[in-house]
C-alpha cells in the first residue's frame, strides 16, 4: 500500500459515488439498518465487505484475532448487544478462515506475552476437541479443524448471551457458522446443529426462566 495515495484514493472515490448518485453521502449520513452482524477475523487477507459483496449499510462488523466472542469481552459483548437489541439484526455470522494465524498460534507451546490470555480461549477450544483432533496427523488438516471447531465454540458462546437468547424467543433470529477458504475464496456454511450440540446443556446456559430459545 502507498500511504501517500490514501488520501488520492480517497478522493476518487468520492468522484465515483457521486457520480452515479449526487446525494449518496446524504443517504449515508442518515442512518443504518443492517440486517447482518458479522463476526470475524482481524487478518488482513480477510475483507469483509468484498467477502460478503456488501455495501455499506448492509452489514454491522466487528473483527478481531481468530474471530473469538469472549463474555468478559466488553468489545464484542457490546457490539453484540447493540446488533440484536437496536439495530435488530436478522442474521448472525461468525466467520472463521483456513490458515488462521491466531489459531495457529494458539497451537504452539510459545509464551506471547500480552497474547496469552487472549489465545487461550483458542486453546480451551483445541482442549475440549483434543480427542478429535490428535486423531488428525497431517498438521495443516489438524490447524483447519481447529479453526472450524474454533468458529463452532464462537457460535455458541454467541447464543449463550442474553441477548441472543432473547431476541431468539421474541423474534426470527438466526445464528450462522462460516469458514472462508484463504486458498480458494470459497465461503464455506457449515450448517452447524445447534440445537443438537446444545441439547445436554442448555438447561446450564438458558437465561430465560427455562424458556425454549429454539
Known amino acids: 500500500m502507498d500511504f501517500e495515495k490514501i ?3 480517497n478522493e476518487a472515490w468520492i468522484a465515483e459515488k457521486l457520480s452515479v ?11 443504518q439498518k443492517p440486517e447482518v452482524l458479522y463476526i470475524g477475523c482481524s487478518d488482513s487477507r480477510v475483507s469483509t ?3 460478503l459483496g456488501a455495501k455499506p449499510g448492509e452489514v454491522f462488523v466487528h473483527r478481531n484475532i481468530a474471530n473469538m466472542v469472549i463474555s468478559i469481552d466488553l468489545n464484542v459483548m457490546s457490539v453484540i ?14 466467520c472463521g478462515h483456513y490458515y488462521c494465524s491466531g489459531v495457529k498460534a494458539a497451537m504452539e507451546a510459545k509464551d506471547l506475552g500480552l497474547l496469552n490470555p487472549w489465545l487461550r480461549n483458542i486453546r480451551d477450544v483445541y482442549r475440549i476437541h ?16 481447529l479453526a472450524e471447531l474454533n468458529v463452532e465454540e464462537q457460535c455458541i458462546n454467541l447464543i449463550k448471551t442474553a441477548a441472543v437468547q432473547k431476541a431468539f424467543i421474541e423474534r426470527d433470529l438466526r445464528v450462522h457458522g462460516w469458514i ?7 465461503l464455506i456454511d457449515m450448517k452447524i446443529n445447534f440445537k443438537k ?5 442448555m438447561e446450564i446456559y438458558n437465561l430465560n ?3 425454549s430459545i429454539f
Open 180 to 186: 472462508f477458504d484463504i486458498r480458494s475464496g470459497k
Open 81 to 94: 448487544t447493540y446488533a440484536v437489541e437496536h439495530l435488530k439484526v436478522k442474521q448472525i455470522i461468525v
Open 209 to 211: 426462566e427455562g424458556k
Open 197 to 201: 450440540i446444545l441439547k445436554e446443556i
Open 21 to 31: 448518485d449526487k446525494n449518496y453521502f446524504n443517504k449515508l449520513s442518515e442512518g
Open 49 to 51: 465487505e468484498e467477502l
Open 130 to 145: 483434543k480427542e478429535e483432533l490428535d486423531l488428525l496427523k497431517n498438521p495443516d488438516e489438524k490447524y483447519n479443524r
Open 7 to 9: 488520501f488520492s484514493h
